[in-house]
């Protein structure tokens, strides 16, 4: 790894970062400008700011030296950038005291900035406005990406910016709008800042204050999950739990398909076979949701009920309406499901994604067949093309790690926590998974404040694994990533 050039990027993106944070500060200068929140923010901005300086300025780097980026330079950047905007991003609520300690500030911020909405907060209401606005903004920024926000906003660093983006980016392979990559990610923005505009008007037409629309807008496009109310979206009517329930399936889709849509080619959506499955997908956990709701009469609008939280749940936002922790087991199992599945490639949602589900049951298929037939030359197809073996082999090491780390946060809550099995496995998928909500005492009316800070940690460890696709932060533990 070459840490000079490591260390040069990394403080590159502590700078933007923390120029974005002076847009919290406004809210909390409105509000109060001699609070402790007002103070925390302008003490955080200055530290970041003053760090990040002495940190450029003591390995500046030549034009040349960029060119040396590879793939190691690319994970060990993502997975440090990511680490270090957290534990920044996470002084506001220590400094302001709304937090009792900075394990605390921590796991909230990286439930932010991973687009989790696992909360330690009881009464998010009594919040401060800068506080609430910087949570939601952490979901914005990290729904889709830090990175290629920085690839966006400043002058290309090298030919190999590729690297870059992707090692933050969701699914199996990046795919490039444009040749270059800087324009690839200053048009996927563009998609993002456009359905954002336009959720957020939605929602004020339906009534909600502009603050909380930002917030939830935030929420709903980052498929992040954390409100401005206790009761999440259900404090709202039918008509914005509609809006947000569309814009969630809109984020679960990869972004791509969003922009040849905007460019008049909207016929991709129905060409791309992992759109389709995430679609059936979603109908079929409707249909069901809303037939066995309304057989048990447990809400009083099974459909708008169902629509809501399968999409919650399956683009892994978190934003509830209804206590599904008391629903028929049938139904929780589905949940639990979907929490796995997750949202498509190249979207905002996290879980395993449609397509490393689908091609992981594929191959299976695939080493059946090669059983009964042993000379048969048998590929894996997606979206009719061939799968690669490096494709196939990524995507069961994928899946091997991602239920292995699934294993491990199960056993290690159930040790730190002593806590039941349901809480356990539910939290640990939750995190890994970047959902927030789970069952137990993780469910939708619960949250994460009784977790001790060990387990709080660990789920933090999860949180970041999930949103950056395992590899960006798991190299961070291999000491051959520290050698040159």
Known sequence: MHKKFVLNIVSRVQMIVCMIMTIPLLW?????????????FIVTILLGLFVSCIVFWNVRMDTEDYE???????????GLSWVCLSAFGALPLYLSHVVSNYTDAFFEIVSGFTTTGATIFIDVEALPRGILFWRSLTHWLGGMGIIVLYLTLLPVVSKNDFQLFKAESPGITVERVEPRIKETAK???TVYVLLSVVETILLMLGKMPFFDALCHTFGTMATGGFSTKNASIGAYGPYIQWVITFFMFLAGVNFMLHYQALRGKIGQYFRNEEFKWYLFLAVVSIFIFTVVLHLNSIVSSPLRTAAFQTFSVMTTTGYVTADFDIWPQALRFILIVLMFIGGCGGSTGGGMKVIRFFLSLKIALRSIMQALFPNAVLPVRFNKAPQADRIVSSVLSFFVIYIALFFLGTIVMTITERCDLVTAFSASIACLSNIGPGLGKVGAVGNYAWISNPGKWFLSFLMLAGRLELYSILVLFIPSTWHK
Not at 68 to 73: E, I, P, S
């Open 28 to 40: 909390a200068i409105a509000d109060d400008p001699h609070s402790k929140e007002t103070i925390s």
């Open 68 to 78: 040396r980026l590879n793939a190691k330079d690319g994970l060990a950047i993502v």
């Open 187 to 189: 048009m996927l923005w």
